[in-house]
Protein backbone atom coordinates (compact mmCIF):
# COMPACT_ATOMS: atom_id res chain seq x y z
CA UNK A 1 0.00 0.00 0.00
CA UNK A 2 1.50 3.52 -1.39
CA UNK A 3 1.60 6.32 0.86
CA UNK A 4 1.43 9.50 -1.17
CA UNK A 5 4.11 11.95 -0.01
CA UNK A 6 3.36 15.78 0.44
CA UNK A 7 5.64 18.44 0.18
CA UNK A 8 6.21 20.21 3.20
CA UNK A 9 7.12 24.07 1.72
CA UNK A 10 4.03 24.42 -0.09
CA UNK A 11 1.97 27.28 1.28
CA UNK A 12 -1.18 25.96 1.74
CA UNK A 13 0.20 23.74 3.97
CA UNK A 14 0.11 26.07 6.71
CA UNK A 15 -2.05 25.36 9.42
CA UNK A 16 -4.97 27.80 8.38
CA UNK A 17 -4.38 27.16 4.83
CA UNK A 18 -6.96 24.66 2.68
CA UNK A 19 -3.93 21.90 2.76
CA UNK A 20 -3.78 22.10 6.83
CA UNK A 21 -7.19 22.02 7.22
CA UNK A 22 -7.50 18.78 4.94
CA UNK A 23 -4.72 17.18 6.94
CA UNK A 24 -6.36 17.99 10.03
CA UNK A 25 -9.59 15.89 8.72
CA UNK A 26 -7.68 13.38 7.98
CA UNK A 27 -5.86 13.13 11.16
CA UNK A 28 -9.29 13.28 12.87
CA UNK A 29 -10.56 10.68 10.43
CA UNK A 30 -7.59 7.87 11.07
CA UNK A 31 -8.20 8.48 14.83
CA UNK A 32 -11.84 7.86 14.88
CA UNK A 33 -11.42 4.64 12.84
CA UNK A 34 -7.83 3.38 13.00
CA UNK A 35 -8.69 1.20 16.65
CA UNK A 36 -11.30 -0.44 14.40
CA UNK A 37 -8.97 -1.19 11.29
CA UNK A 38 -6.94 -4.88 10.81
CA UNK A 39 -3.39 -2.86 9.03
CA UNK A 40 -0.24 -3.11 9.52
CA UNK A 41 0.36 0.43 9.44
CA UNK A 42 1.16 2.85 11.86
CA UNK A 43 -1.74 5.38 12.49
CA UNK A 44 0.90 8.67 11.18
CA UNK A 45 0.53 6.15 7.86
CA UNK A 46 -2.53 5.23 8.39
CA UNK A 47 -3.05 8.91 8.21
CA UNK A 48 -1.20 9.22 5.32
CA UNK A 49 -2.93 6.63 3.64
CA UNK A 50 -6.43 8.28 3.98
CA UNK A 51 -5.28 11.99 3.18
CA UNK A 52 -5.89 11.18 -0.63
CA UNK A 53 -9.40 9.62 0.32
CA UNK A 54 -10.02 13.46 2.16
CA UNK A 55 -8.88 15.01 -1.03
CA UNK A 56 -11.38 13.27 -3.24
CA UNK A 57 -13.96 13.90 -0.67
CA UNK A 58 -13.55 17.84 -0.80
CA UNK A 59 -13.40 17.90 -4.74
CA UNK A 60 -16.82 16.04 -4.38
CA UNK A 61 -17.68 18.50 -1.91
CA UNK A 62 -17.35 21.70 -4.48
CA UNK A 63 -17.61 20.07 -7.55
CA UNK A 64 -20.32 21.80 -10.08
CA UNK A 65 -22.46 19.88 -11.34
CA UNK A 66 -22.57 18.46 -7.87
CA UNK A 67 -22.29 14.63 -8.10
CA UNK A 68 -21.60 12.23 -5.27
CA UNK A 69 -21.45 9.09 -6.90
CA UNK A 70 -17.42 9.24 -6.74
CA UNK A 71 -18.39 8.86 -2.87
CA UNK A 72 -19.29 4.85 -3.40
CA UNK A 73 -15.20 4.74 -4.52
CA UNK A 74 -13.97 6.17 -1.35
CA UNK A 75 -16.35 3.66 0.84
CA UNK A 76 -14.49 0.84 -1.18
CA UNK A 77 -11.45 1.83 -0.39
CA UNK A 78 -12.01 1.65 2.94
CA UNK A 79 -12.45 -1.87 2.48
CA UNK A 80 -9.49 -2.12 0.62
CA UNK A 81 -7.59 -1.05 3.81
CA UNK A 82 -9.18 -3.84 5.91
CA UNK A 83 -11.67 -1.31 7.58
CA UNK A 84 -14.34 -3.83 7.64
CA UNK A 85 -15.57 -3.57 10.96
CA UNK A 86 -19.51 -2.40 10.91
CA UNK A 87 -18.15 0.68 13.46
CA UNK A 88 -15.66 1.95 11.28
CA UNK A 89 -18.60 2.85 9.10
CA UNK A 90 -20.90 4.59 11.61
CA UNK A 91 -17.15 6.45 12.67
CA UNK A 92 -16.60 7.43 9.20
CA UNK A 93 -19.91 9.06 8.92
CA UNK A 94 -19.57 10.68 12.00
CA UNK A 95 -16.36 12.32 10.94
CA UNK A 96 -18.01 13.55 7.47
CA UNK A 97 -21.18 14.97 8.97
CA UNK A 98 -18.99 16.60 11.99
CA UNK A 99 -16.33 17.83 10.31
CA UNK A 100 -16.01 17.65 6.31
CA UNK A 101 -18.00 21.09 5.74
CA UNK A 102 -15.89 22.52 8.98
CA UNK A 103 -12.51 21.96 7.67
CA UNK A 104 -13.04 21.62 3.51
CA UNK A 105 -15.90 23.91 3.33
CA UNK A 106 -13.76 27.01 2.31
CA UNK A 107 -11.76 25.07 0.31
CA UNK A 108 -13.23 25.15 -3.17
CA UNK A 109 -13.39 28.22 -6.06
CA UNK A 110 -16.66 29.63 -4.15
CA UNK A 111 -17.42 29.63 -0.83
CA UNK A 112 -20.32 26.97 -0.07
CA UNK A 113 -23.87 28.32 1.92
CA UNK A 114 -24.58 26.25 5.32
CA UNK A 115 -27.90 25.21 3.78
CA UNK A 116 -26.40 23.89 0.84
CA UNK A 117 -23.01 22.56 2.61
CA UNK A 118 -25.44 20.26 5.02
CA UNK A 119 -27.60 18.89 1.87
CA UNK A 120 -24.43 17.85 -0.18
CA UNK A 121 -22.81 16.46 2.49
CA UNK A 122 -25.52 14.25 3.51
CA UNK A 123 -25.94 12.73 0.19
CA UNK A 124 -22.08 12.36 0.19
CA UNK A 125 -22.46 9.98 3.61
CA UNK A 126 -25.23 7.81 1.55
CA UNK A 127 -23.85 7.51 -1.73
CA UNK A 128 -20.07 6.54 0.75
CA UNK A 129 -22.25 4.52 2.39
CA UNK A 130 -23.70 1.79 -0.16
CA UNK A 131 -19.78 2.46 -1.60
CA UNK A 132 -18.95 0.73 2.09
CA UNK A 133 -21.22 -1.91 2.30
CA UNK A 134 -21.86 -2.86 -1.47
CA UNK A 135 -17.52 -3.52 -1.40
CA UNK A 136 -18.40 -5.68 1.65
CA UNK A 137 -20.75 -7.66 0.33
CA UNK A 138 -18.58 -8.40 -2.24
CA UNK A 139 -15.38 -9.33 -0.39
CA UNK A 140 -17.52 -11.71 1.85
CA UNK A 141 -19.13 -13.27 -1.18
CA UNK A 142 -15.31 -13.58 -2.50
CA UNK A 143 -13.93 -15.07 1.02
CA UNK A 144 -17.20 -17.56 1.48
CA UNK A 145 -16.99 -18.76 -2.12
CA UNK A 146 -12.81 -19.29 -1.09
CA UNK A 147 -13.63 -21.31 1.67
CA UNK A 148 -16.14 -23.12 0.09
CA UNK A 149 -13.79 -23.77 -2.37
CA UNK A 150 -11.19 -25.08 -0.18
CA UNK A 151 -13.52 -27.30 1.47
CA UNK A 152 -14.18 -28.98 -1.80
CA UNK A 153 -10.88 -29.76 -2.16
CA UNK A 154 -10.06 -30.78 1.46
CA UNK A 155 -12.99 -32.84 1.03
CA UNK A 156 -11.67 -34.39 -2.25
CA UNK A 157 -8.26 -34.74 -1.39
CA UNK A 158 -9.39 -36.78 2.07
CA UNK A 159 -11.83 -38.97 -0.16
CA UNK A 160 -9.33 -39.43 -2.69
CA UNK A 161 -6.68 -40.39 0.52
CA UNK A 162 -9.67 -42.35 1.96
CA UNK A 163 -10.54 -44.64 -1.15
CA UNK A 164 -6.31 -45.21 -1.73
CA UNK A 165 -6.25 -46.22 1.93
CA UNK A 166 -9.39 -48.70 1.71
CA UNK A 167 -7.90 -49.95 -1.69
CA UNK A 168 -4.46 -51.22 0.01
CA UNK A 169 -6.03 -52.31 3.14
CA UNK A 170 -8.66 -54.61 0.52
CA UNK A 171 -5.39 -55.40 -1.26
CA UNK A 172 -3.71 -56.59 2.07
CA UNK A 173 -6.60 -57.99 3.80
CA UNK A 174 -7.47 -60.11 0.36
CA UNK A 175 -4.06 -61.74 -0.56
CA UNK A 176 -2.18 -61.51 2.77
CA UNK A 177 -0.11 -65.17 2.91
CA UNK A 178 -1.86 -65.14 6.96
CA UNK A 179 -5.45 -65.56 7.93
CA UNK A 180 -7.10 -62.19 9.08
CA UNK A 181 -10.40 -61.65 10.53
CA UNK A 182 -12.07 -58.57 11.99
CA UNK A 183 -14.64 -58.98 14.67
CA UNK A 184 -16.99 -56.42 17.17
CA UNK A 185 -16.27 -56.34 20.91
CA UNK A 186 -19.22 -59.16 21.51
CA UNK A 187 -17.42 -61.56 19.13
CA UNK A 188 -19.53 -61.53 16.45
CA UNK A 189 -17.27 -62.22 13.06
CA UNK A 190 -17.98 -59.61 10.81
CA UNK A 191 -15.16 -60.21 8.16
CA UNK A 192 -12.58 -63.06 7.02
CA UNK A 193 -10.20 -63.15 4.16
CA UNK A 194 -9.64 -66.17 2.06
CA UNK A 195 -6.54 -67.02 3.62
CA UNK A 196 -8.33 -67.72 6.77
CA UNK A 197 -11.31 -69.10 5.27
CA UNK A 198 -9.26 -71.73 4.04
CA UNK A 199 -7.23 -72.68 7.38
CA UNK A 200 -10.82 -73.69 8.50
CA UNK A 201 -11.01 -75.85 5.73
CA UNK A 202 -13.13 -73.66 2.92
CA UNK A 203 -16.42 -72.96 4.54
CA UNK A 204 -16.96 -69.45 5.97
CA UNK A 205 -20.11 -70.02 7.11
CA UNK A 206 -18.70 -72.48 9.49
CA UNK A 207 -16.05 -69.63 10.41
CA UNK A 208 -18.91 -66.87 11.05
CA UNK A 209 -21.58 -69.18 12.61
CA UNK A 210 -19.38 -69.37 15.59
CA UNK A 211 -18.63 -65.89 18.11
CA UNK A 212 -14.55 -65.70 19.37
CA UNK A 213 -15.42 -66.58 22.69
CA UNK A 214 -16.96 -70.10 21.33
CA UNK A 215 -13.65 -71.19 19.68
CA UNK A 216 -12.60 -73.31 22.94
CA UNK A 217 -10.04 -75.66 22.77
CA UNK A 218 -9.39 -78.32 25.77
CA UNK A 219 -5.51 -77.33 25.16
CA UNK A 220 -6.03 -73.86 25.89
CA UNK A 221 -3.80 -71.91 28.06
CA UNK A 222 -5.96 -70.05 30.74
CA UNK A 223 -3.95 -67.06 29.65
CA UNK A 224 -5.82 -67.33 26.24
CA UNK A 225 -8.72 -66.13 27.66
CA UNK A 226 -7.91 -64.00 30.36
CA UNK A 227 -6.20 -61.91 27.67
CA UNK A 228 -9.14 -61.78 25.64
CA UNK A 229 -11.38 -60.52 28.11
CA UNK A 230 -9.11 -57.79 28.81
CA UNK A 231 -8.53 -57.06 25.13
CA UNK A 232 -12.19 -56.42 24.81
CA UNK A 233 -13.01 -54.28 27.74
CA UNK A 234 -10.08 -52.09 26.54
CA UNK A 235 -7.27 -52.69 29.25
CA UNK A 236 -4.93 -54.27 27.06
CA UNK A 237 -3.90 -53.36 23.32
CA UNK A 238 -3.09 -56.70 22.04
CA UNK A 239 -1.80 -59.99 22.96
CA UNK A 240 -0.09 -62.86 21.15
CA UNK A 241 -0.58 -66.72 22.22
CA UNK A 242 -0.31 -69.95 20.29
CA UNK A 243 -3.94 -71.44 19.81
CA UNK A 244 -5.58 -74.50 18.98
CA UNK A 245 -8.84 -74.54 16.91
CA UNK A 246 -11.23 -77.28 15.58
CA UNK A 247 -11.86 -77.45 12.31
CA UNK A 248 -15.47 -78.62 10.81
CA UNK A 249 -14.36 -82.06 10.09
CA UNK A 250 -12.98 -82.51 13.66
CA UNK A 251 -9.09 -82.06 12.71
CA UNK A 252 -7.23 -79.60 14.91
CA UNK A 253 -5.66 -76.58 13.34
CA UNK A 254 -2.45 -74.70 15.27
CA UNK A 255 -2.00 -71.25 15.43
CA UNK A 256 0.11 -68.64 16.49
CA UNK A 257 -2.86 -66.26 17.16
CA UNK A 258 -2.17 -62.34 17.09
CA UNK A 259 -4.93 -60.05 18.59
CA UNK A 260 -5.30 -56.46 18.17
CA UNK A 261 -7.62 -54.19 19.53
CA UNK A 262 -8.99 -51.31 17.04
CA UNK A 263 -10.34 -47.93 18.59
CA UNK A 264 -12.60 -45.13 17.22
CA UNK A 265 -11.46 -41.72 17.14
CA UNK A 266 -12.62 -40.98 20.13
CA UNK A 267 -10.38 -43.64 21.89
CA UNK A 268 -12.82 -46.20 22.78
CA UNK A 269 -12.68 -49.48 21.78
CA UNK A 270 -14.32 -50.57 18.70
CA UNK A 271 -13.23 -53.49 16.93
CA UNK A 272 -10.80 -56.59 17.81
CA UNK A 273 -8.39 -57.50 14.68
CA UNK A 274 -7.21 -61.15 14.58
CA UNK A 275 -3.75 -62.16 13.29
CA UNK A 276 -3.35 -66.24 12.34
CA UNK A 277 -0.73 -68.06 11.20
CA UNK A 278 -0.91 -71.95 10.49
CA UNK A 279 1.93 -74.02 12.49
CA UNK A 280 0.23 -77.35 12.21
CA UNK A 281 3.11 -78.42 9.67
CA UNK A 282 5.35 -77.38 11.79
CA UNK A 283 3.98 -78.33 15.30
CA UNK A 284 3.00 -82.34 13.80
CA UNK A 285 6.76 -81.96 12.45
CA UNK A 286 8.15 -80.67 16.07
CA UNK A 287 6.56 -84.01 17.79
CA UNK A 288 7.76 -86.18 14.95
CA UNK A 289 11.50 -85.25 15.69
CA UNK A 290 10.65 -85.47 18.95
CA UNK A 291 9.50 -88.71 19.18
CA UNK A 292 12.34 -89.62 17.49
CA UNK A 293 14.60 -88.70 19.93
CA UNK A 294 13.07 -90.25 22.27
CA UNK A 295 12.11 -93.49 20.96
CA UNK A 296 14.50 -96.64 19.27
CA UNK A 297 14.11 -96.33 15.48
CA UNK A 298 14.26 -100.31 15.50
CA UNK A 299 12.05 -101.56 18.40
CA UNK A 300 10.26 -98.05 18.69
CA UNK A 301 10.52 -98.25 22.44
CA UNK A 302 11.51 -95.35 24.42
CA UNK A 303 14.91 -94.86 24.99
CA UNK A 304 17.53 -93.80 27.45
CA UNK A 305 16.79 -89.94 26.80
CA UNK A 306 12.68 -90.53 27.03
CA UNK A 307 13.89 -92.65 30.76
CA UNK A 308 15.50 -90.25 32.30
CA UNK A 309 13.94 -87.07 31.62
CA UNK A 310 10.65 -89.13 33.02
CA UNK A 311 13.13 -89.96 35.86
CA UNK A 312 13.95 -86.55 36.50
CA UNK A 313 10.79 -85.13 36.44
CA UNK A 314 9.69 -88.22 39.06
CA UNK A 315 12.84 -87.21 41.30
CA UNK A 316 11.47 -83.24 40.97
CA UNK A 317 7.84 -84.20 41.98
CA UNK A 318 5.99 -81.68 44.69
CA UNK A 319 4.18 -84.47 46.59
CA UNK A 320 7.37 -86.71 47.37
CA UNK A 321 5.92 -89.69 46.14
CA UNK A 322 8.62 -90.69 43.25
CA UNK A 323 7.36 -93.40 40.97
CA UNK A 324 9.65 -94.78 38.33
CA UNK A 325 8.40 -93.78 34.43
CA UNK A 326 5.83 -96.32 32.80
CA UNK A 327 6.70 -96.26 29.46
CA UNK A 328 10.15 -96.80 30.44
CA UNK A 329 9.71 -100.18 31.89
CA UNK A 330 8.19 -101.55 28.68
CA UNK A 331 9.97 -104.73 27.61
CA UNK A 332 9.38 -106.85 24.31
CA UNK A 333 7.41 -110.14 24.71
CA UNK A 334 8.29 -113.52 23.68
CA UNK A 335 6.24 -113.28 20.14
CA UNK A 336 7.27 -110.07 19.24
CA UNK A 337 4.87 -107.66 20.76
CA UNK A 338 4.96 -105.07 23.83
CA UNK A 339 4.00 -106.46 27.02
CA UNK A 340 1.95 -104.54 29.53
CA UNK A 341 4.08 -102.17 31.52
CA UNK A 342 4.18 -103.42 35.45
CA UNK A 343 1.92 -101.99 37.98
CA UNK A 344 3.84 -98.64 39.37
CA UNK A 345 5.97 -99.16 42.63
CA UNK A 346 7.61 -96.79 44.81
CA UNK A 347 10.69 -96.16 43.32
CA UNK A 348 14.36 -97.26 44.78
CA UNK A 349 17.38 -97.39 42.77
CA UNK A 350 17.12 -101.19 42.57
CA UNK A 351 14.32 -100.71 40.48
CA UNK A 352 15.13 -98.09 38.44
CA UNK A 353 18.27 -99.95 37.49
CA UNK A 354 16.19 -103.05 36.36
CA UNK A 355 14.41 -100.70 34.59
CA UNK A 356 16.86 -99.14 32.81
CA UNK A 357 18.37 -102.61 31.84
CA UNK A 358 18.10 -103.86 28.30
Not at 24 to 42: E, G, N, Q, Y
Not at 115 to 136: K, P, S, Y
Not at 138 to 149: D, G, S, V
Request: glycine residues 6%; negative net charge.
Amino acid sequence: MSIPAQASGEPDAEPDGPEGRLRRFARIWSRAIFPLTATSLTRPEFEQHLLPLARELNGILHAHPFDASPAQRIGAALIDAHCTDPDALSSTLGVVDSYLVLYCGGNGPGPLSTEDGRARCARIQHTLAAGFTGALRERTLAEQEAIARSALTARSHAEEALHATEARFRAVFKDAAIGIGIADLDGNILEINDTLTRMFGGLEHHVRSHKVNEWVHPEDSPQVWKYYDELVRGEREHYRVEKAYYRNDGTVLWTNLTVSLLRDSEGRPEYQLALMEDTTERRLLNLRLRYEATHDALTGLPNRTLFFERLEKALTAQDGVRTPPVTASWSRSPTGSRAAPPRPARWSPGSAATSSSP
